[in-house]
C-alpha cells in the first residue's frame, strides 16, 4: 500500500500523533525505517526529525527523509557500509552529514549537533556535536519543524509542536529574536511556511522579526530569491507576503556581488505603499494591499503568474497615477507605471531577460485585456496582429502563452476586487480564442509555412522579399500556407522587376 493509499486507510478519522504505534511504523518511508533499525541494532539512537515529521503529522507525503543520530560521521559510514548501502560524506561531512543512499533514494543522516553563529548571517560558524535528542532540536527554527519519531512509532516533541500544527500556528524554538538573528534567512523562511502550510504567524515570532533585520544585509540576493521565489508558488502565497510586507521586512536590503564588487539590493520596497491604499469602492471591495494578495492566491501557483499578480497594480497609488475625477479615485495609467518599475525591480534582481520581459508585459497590458474582454465591438485579431509585428516575443508559440498567463491574471484580478457573483468566463473564453489564434500567425520569417522554391525564386532578394511576406501574413492579407506564399512570391518578383 503506497502513502496515500495508508493516508486513507489511518487518517480519515486521526491524525498521526493519535494512530497506533504499528499504524505510525506503516506510513514511515520504508528505507528511512531500514536506516533507524540499523543503527539501533549497532547500538545508536536513530530517528527520522524535521519536515518530514511534520508532513506526517499534517497528512501529507514527505518528499524528503531526514534522519538524525547519536553516531557521529565515521560511525554512520561504518553502518552504512557494513549493510552494503552507499555512504557519501563529503563536504556534510564536517558538520556532522553523512548521505546514504538505498535502492536509489538518499537519505541525509546527521549527527546530533548545536551550533554556534558569528558574522555570517545565514552559517553556523561552529558546529558541536550534542549529546541527545533534545539538544539537536533546540537549534532548529520552529516548533513543528523541531518533531521527531523512533522505530517504534514513538514520537518526541519537546516543543509543543503538535499543539502548534493544531492551531495552525508558526512559532520559533525558544526566543524568536534569538532564532532569527542566528540564521537571518529564516525570516524568509518564516514568511514561506506560512504559505505552504496556512498557518498564522505567533505573535511572539512577529514581535522577535525586527531585531534580526539588520543581520539580512549578510544573505545573498541568491538566497533571499530562492525563498521568495518559493514563497510566491505556495498555496497561501498571501500569508506569506502579508507578514513579509506588514513586518518592513520587505524594506531591507541584501546584498549581490557583481565583478568583484558589493552592491546592496533592496528586497521588494516597491509594495510598502499598496498597504493601506484606498480603492474606489464602486469596484473594489479590498485596498491595494489586500486586493494584491487575493489576486495573488487566486492566480496559477506558476513562477511568471504569481510575479506579474503580485506586481499588476504596483504602479496604483504612486505620484502622477493616483488622482480624483469627478469625487472618484482613479489610477490611470498603473498599468504603464507599473511596467516600468516591475522591469527596473526585476533587473536590479538580475533575473533573466526572458522573465522580466513576459512579467512586465503581463502587468502593461492587463488593462488592455480588461478592456478587450468586456468590450464585445473590440478585436482581438487586431492585437495578436500588432504583437506579432511588434515582435515583442521570439515565437507565436510564446505569444500563445503569454495570453494563457493574461487569461489567468485577468480572471485572478476580477477575483481579487471581492464581489463573489463576478462572471469571468468572458475573459476566459476571449484569452483561450487569443491564444489558439496567436499559434497561426507568424512572429518570424521562420515560422512562414513555405517550400524550397521560394528562396530560390527570391535569390538575392531573399531578406526583403521574406520580410515583405511575413507581414502580409500577420496582418491577413495573405495566408500562411506554401502554395499562396508562393504565388504571393511571384507576384512579389514581378513587382519589383518593374520598379
Known sequence: MGFLGAVSSYFHKKGFENLSSDERIGLIDKGAMRILRAFHEDGFEAFIV???VRDLMMKLEPHDWDITTSALPDETIRVAESRGWKAIGGEGRRFGTVIIV???????????????YGQDAHRPSEVHFASDLKEDLMRRDFTV???????DGVIYDYF???????RKRLRTVGESSKRFSEDALRLFRACRFLGQLDFMADRSLIDGMPSAFERVKGLSLERVESEIDRLIVTPHAARGFDLLVRTGLNECFCHATEYGKETEIAILPELSHLVGLPQQKEFHKFDGWYHTLAVLDASKPLLI????ALLHDVGKGMPGVRGIHKGRLTDYGHDKKGAEMTRALLKHWKRPKAFVNRVTWLVENHMRFHTIANDPKSHPDKWIRQIA???AFPTSADVSEAMLQM???SIADIIGCGNPDADTRGHQEIGEYMSRLALEIPVSTKELHYDKRVPLLLGEKTPEGMKNLLIRV???SLENEPAAIYDAAVRYMRRRSHE
Not at 108 to 115: L, N, P
Not at 145 to 151: E, W
Open 145 to 151: 519543524n523541531a518533531m521527531a519519531v523512533d522505530a
Open 407 to 409: 487569461t489567468d491574471l
Open 160 to 166: 509543543d509542536g503538535v499543539s502548534d500544527l493544531d
Open 102 to 116: 538505498i535502492d536509489g533514494m538518499s537519505y541525509e543522516v546527521t549527527t546530533f549537533r548545536s551550533e554556534t
Open 474 to 476: 500577420q496582418s491577413g
Open 50 to 52: 524535521g519536515g518530514c
Open 389 to 391: 509585428r511588434e515582435k
Open 305 to 308: 503568474n504569481r510575479w506579474a
